[in-house]
């Protein structure tokens, strides 16, 4: 969306409608608009300018580099999983137990089954699609989504602790290759994070499926009118975010060699904080997931600077929280901005609604 | 006018909600290229007249006809395979995506074999496809990739009224349906509705218009009917009545229709 906010297309004819509304968009404009869309981004360099100065000679390091990127990983999983959710306009909050559900499943497979790596990961994949369905369905009887997800939060984190019968599955060595093992010098979870990104990007911005999805998000009575059926992509959107956390559970098994069926809310919210960070809309469909990317990253780059600082970790936890209050104020007030000056621009009357 | 076969044809539509008569033994037809403004005070029925219409609501009796043919179990969907278009008073635009996606929805164009296969879409094409369409119906507010959430209500109004047209292109005819267009836009915007439902007309849609704004009835209709606490008052061609026999029509104050 910011792509096509920013470069106006070709003037024809100009304001024939005789409302003085220009085609292209005034400079100012779209100043506010590459502010608000990639504000972050800067953001993100200033914070690691600073950081370069304030702990030299150990931050601007690669090994540190490699390690912010090693613990923005996890984030940046589950942040794609609650986006997804997000664009396709529902908030899924049963994430953390579907990871965990997944990791024990796929825990069991290969330490009391013996079951070849190929299939046990598959199998793990296969309890999120499932996951992600039952929910979307459950949904789409009309309930609302947050306590739904609440509900298979609880029924994914029970099945968990029963498929491994109470106790955590230690010694899972069989995946470390996509643990802590590196290639090239860069985190393997790096290499997943980076290739989800891509293709999930891809999907949201330029596939149809993708686009329609958004589009539910967006306005789920505008996919309806259009003829389009609009449960398809919210069950979709479920389906994907539920996998996604499969994926996460799965990349921190093989991290930590533990198949544990704890399901930890705090990664949630840690994702939730990424996402909020990079302005992605609780109400559904407005977002960017490359900016999630870079939401995950100012959160791991903040933990990490203030540890080699020596700064306590609770400071990390305060600057994380009045970081993203901060992007809230921010998006709303450049939001506002934009469409005062469309409205100066256009000399449109006062009792015009423009925007949200 | 009868002989004409009606782009869209009510006879005899009653409509009861349990005791409560919204509708009763109303008449009324759009023929193509025509704009019929529909008139009354509020609870008179207009909105559930043009629920009917839509489809969105059963008439208890009456027949509903589409180019002469009589159709039976009417509802949204076959409403609109028959080209009976909607632009409803919440626009239901999608506010993030831009003008081409929000009209193309559904329709959009992919990429030559193999990128297809992805189901990726071909930007360029569906905006050239927008910008051709919206050429032919001379709106020129904004351009196709431009986010809908950047436009003022006027544009947003022409945006939503064009997707209905733009969805009866193909078929070349149709009938669109409104309700209020013009009711949070100001005065300069209000005339560019009122020159996009006038294009429209003239490229032979049949066009019914809900409305409270008179000036708005008389700058753009062809005819005018009103309804009187569910039964039609008057349909009368605009040039034969002025303002205050509608006015007085619209009151009660006198009737048409014996």
Sequence with gaps: MSQATLKAGAPIGGAVEGNGAKRQLPLDVAILVFLRDRGIIVLWVLLLFVFSIWNHPYFATLNNAMLIVSAASMTAIFAAAVATGLFSGALDLSLPGVAALSACVVGVLLKQFGIPIPLALVAGLGVGLLCGLVNGIIVLKGLNPLIVTIGTLSVTSGLAALVVGGYAISGIFELEFMGSARYFGIPSQAYIVAAVYLALTIFLTRTRHGIRMRAVGGNSEAVRRAGLSDQRYRILGFIISAMLASLGGIMSMALVYEASPNASPSILFTALTAVFLAGVSLAGGRGSLPRVLIGALVLATISDALTIAGVQPYWATVTTGVLMIGALVFDKSMTEAISNRLVQVSRVSTHERVGK | ?258
């Design chain 2, 1 to 258: 006018m009868t002989t004409v076969n009606a782009a869209l044809r009510l006879t005899g539509i009653s409509k009861h909600y349990g005791y409560i008569r919204a509708l009763e033994d109303v008449d009324f037809h759009v023929n193509p290229g025509e704009v019929v403004a529909l008139l009354g005070d509020n609870g008179a029925g207009k909105s559930t007249l043009l629920k009917v219409m839509s489809g969105a609501h059963q008439a208890s009796s009456g027949d509903v006809a589409i180019n002469g043919q009589a159709v039976t179990r009417y509802n949204p969907h076959i409403a609109s395979e028959l080209g009976v278009e909607m632009v409803y008073q919440d626009l239901a635009l999608i506010d993030t995506l831009d003008i081409s996606t929000n009209l193309q929805l559904g329709k959009e164009p992919l990429l030559p074999f193999p990128l297809n296969l992805l189901g990726l879409v071909d930007f360029r094409k569906m905006h050239g496809i927008t910008e051709s369409q919206l050429d032919r119906l001379g709106v020129r507010t904004a351009p196709a990739d431009r986010p809908v959430e950047m436009l003022s209500g006027g544009q947003r109004q022409v945006t939503a009224i064009s997707r209905a047209a733009v969805r009866l292109f193909e078929r070349g005819a149709g009938t669109i349906l409104m309700d209020e267009p013009t009711a949070a836009l100001g005065y300069e915007q209000t005339r560019m509705v009122e020159g996009l439902i006038r294009r429209m007309a003239d490229q032979g849609f049949a066009i019914v218009l809900v409305t409270h704004n008179l000036p708005l009835c008389f700058n753009v209709s062809d005819r005018i009917a009103v309804l009187n606490r569910g039964r039609k008052v008057a349909d009368v061609a605009r040039a034969g009545t002025d303002h205050n026999q509608v006015v007085a029509w619209i009151t009660g104050a006198e009737s048409a229709i014996a």
